[in-house]
């Protein structure tokens, strides 16, 4: 599929809206969770790939902060897209500061258009040697940077398979309610398939409409990922 | 002031199809990866040839059989017969005598009898014709020295690879008693901060990276070009990992989760950058919930191995060859470096099973026929939508 064409995660997200002056995720958070079966982390390639190649807006910069895979990986798979890139460093304060600094050293009128991509956050938490809630407070921070002040986007890779098991899973609940949209990557009930290699859930939590309720915006559909590109499709509707 | 001009980068997809890895040892594989053996040729195949270099292994124990030990030696059997550097780590006191115990590779003139031989791959084309020279036509030479040569040629490019082990001989000493193994115990190390601190530095001498430059080009501050000088994998330069039953409950590091998770994540980041492979074998049982999912998440290639009940009636009835299985292999994740499609495998269910007690083999399951009186079928346990059956859940 055509990567300028509107597909349904486009659609899903919100991405087809786009303007000269808003970042073209709105300044919102994004939250992708997935599983051992199935990897999430194709949402992040695409929403990289989408947001460095958006011909709207071309002072789109992505913040990576990759601590799952070496650059090596991204760069072969994004295929050389062009963006600033950053390394996570021991210390989430000294992390933090490091995207401040990203932050503060674009032009004023380009601070919208950062997004900053984390894959994934168990890791950040394995950084921290579990104390989850150093990492929740890291996360606010960065979720602080989507406020109307900054305008910057969020895009965070976690794995909800193993919050499941806890009695309280606190941090991903934590997560999720921050969230303005929630992605999440599952594969398919029947099993393994050639054709269809999952399929995903996308929450929008819009704003509030004119009249002031909230009009969230629940999108179903499956994939097939492929070297360069991802399908998606609705339930057997897939040509 | 963001540019379009094209970004030069020395990562290509398409990397030429001449560039060969510089020894038989090790295969090119998709993606610009290199590929080693796992010392089991059916695992190989099934994981599309081979290990790429830079993965991380995990093997899921079962508690209730030692499978796991027979994916261990292969592996370590097949990293020393090719004379790749070896570190070896273990619950038990003396983990150098486990090398004793690894098996050799079965020399050609043993009688295998592998239902295999039909397979279209070019040296076991050749096979029957060598059957023949080894059996009562040596006489014939002359005209057959064409053949021998090409046979032979043939032959060492098949064992070169990979290699078939026989578990009943153990393998040369000469192949494990010089500098290159290494071995650790686990079992009274404080912390694991000593095993990561020996991982990393038996990494160092295989680092893929000799040297990486950064350059930003200063005229748009959005491009960055990245120059990386890849060190090409050679049998010299690859190395293999085997750390056996991690977080086993007589080490007295096996509590510290958190630790263990960080160790992992450091082995596998630094394995990633080397030309290297590293396969952890684990209790799964033994380790919480929540943090065998952890350690899950951090597997490139993920296993799991399972004991097969003996007289299950129900199961006999199942699968046929149930008496030669000794046990189940579970893929539930195949390793995708630089790629992001995932592999969806035919079967992620293999049976193991020991040919005439010497030989490692994995094999397809293959369903018993469905009762035509009854019109049950024997495999309900079988289809996608994974009914849940005694021994778990199976893929045909």
């Known amino acids: ?239 | 002031m963001a540019a379009t001009k094209t970004r030069t980068s020395s990562f290509s997809r398409n990397l030429p199809a001449a560039s060969s890895a510089q020894s038989p040892e090790i295969k090119c594989g998709p993606n610009g990866t290199f590929l080693v053996s796992s010392g089991i040729p059916d695992l190989d195949k099934t994981l599309g040839g081979g290990i790429p270099l830079g993965s991380l292994v995990m093997v899921m124990e079962d508690s209730e059989a030692p499978h796991h030990m027979l994916l261990l030696r292969n592996f370590m059997s097949q990293g020393l017969v090719h004379k790749q550097p070896l570190l070896y780590a273990s619950p038990s006191k003396d983990p150098r005598g486990f090398l004793g115990t690894l098996p050799s590779p079965s020399s050609p003139k043993d009688d295998k009898s592998r239902s295999h031989d039909a397979e279209q791959e070019k040296g076991l084309r050749i096979a029957w014709q060598y059957k023949k020279y080894f059996g009562e036509n040596q006489s014939n030479l002359d005209g057959q020295r064409g053949m021998i040569l090409f046979r032979f040629i043939v032959l060492y490019n098949k064992q070169e690879f990979s290699n078939e082990f026989d578990l009943r001989r153990p393998l040369d000493r000469h192949f494990y008693t010089g500098q290159h193994v290494d071995c650790i115990s686990t079992k009274d190390l404080p912390n694991i901060a000593a095993l990561q601190e020996r991982c990393t530095s038996f990494l160092s001498q295989f680092s893929r990276y000799i040297c990486t430059f950064f350059a930003i080009d200063f005229v748009c501050f959005t491009n960055l070009l990245i120059v990386t000088f890849r060190n090409d994998a050679t049998v010299a330069c690859t190395g293999r990992i085997a750390i056996q039953s991690l977080c086993a409950p007589q080490c007295e590091s096996s509590n510290m989760e958190w630790e263990m998770l960080s160790f992992i994540r450091s082995l596998k980041s630094t394995v990633r950058s080397a030309n290297a492979v590293a396969i952890i074998t684990f209790p799964s049982s033994l380790v919480s919930a929540t943090f065998c999912k952890r350690w899950q998440h951090l597997a490139d290639c993920l296993v799991s191995v399972k004991a097969i009940p003996d007289e299950d009636k129900e199961l006999a009835k199942l699968l046929t060859g149930y008496q030669d299985i000794v046990g189940f292999l579970n893929i539930h994740r195949v390793p995708r470096i630089n790629t992001q499609v995932p592999a969806v495998l035919e079967a992620t269910t293999l049976s193991i099973k020991l040919q005439k007690r010497r030989y490692l083999v994995l094999e397809c399951l293959n369903q018993a026929p469905v009762d035509g009186s009854s019109g049950s079928s024997y495999g309900t346990s079988g289809n996608c939508s994974g009914a849940s059956s005694k021994s778990g859940s199976l893929d045909f």
């Open chain 1, 1 to 239: 599929m055509d990567s300028r064409a509107r597909n349904l995660l486009d659609e899903a997200l919100g991405l087809d809206q786009l303007t000269q002056s808003k970042s073209p995720l709105g300044g919102k958070a994004v939250l992708i969770e997935d599983c051992v079966e199935t990897s999430g982390s194709f949402v992040l390639h695409q929403l990289i790939k989408r947001l460095l190649t958006a011909t709207s807006n071309s002072s789109n910069v992505v913040l990576f902060l990759a601590f799952a895979n070496p650059f090596s990986h991204y760069d072969r798979i994004l295929l050389g897209e062009e963006g600033k890139a950053g390394g996570g460093r021991s210390g989430l304060f000294a992390l933090f500061a490091n995207i401040t600094k990203v932050l503060n050293s674009l032009p004023e009128g380009n601070r919208k258009c950062l997004t900053i991509v984390i894959d994934d956050v168990s890791l950040i938490e394995v950084a921290a040697h579990g104390s989850s809630d150093h990492v929740l407070d890291f996360l606010h921070y960065c979720h602080a940077l989507t406020s109307n002040h900054h305008g910057c986007s969020l895009v965070m890779l976690n794995h909800d398979d193993f919050y499941s098991s806890m009695d309280r899973p606190v941090f991903l609940k934590q997560m999720e309610y921050a969230a303005d949209v929630l992605v999440k990557v599952k594969p398919l009930a029947t099993g393994l398939a050639a054709d269809v290699h999952g399929q995903m859930t996308v929450l929008n939590r819009d704003q509030c409409n004119r009249r002031g309720s909230l009009n969230n915006r629940m999108s179903n559909f499956q994939f097939r990922i492929k070297e360069n590109s991802v399908e998606y499709f609705y339930p057997g509707a897939r040509t």
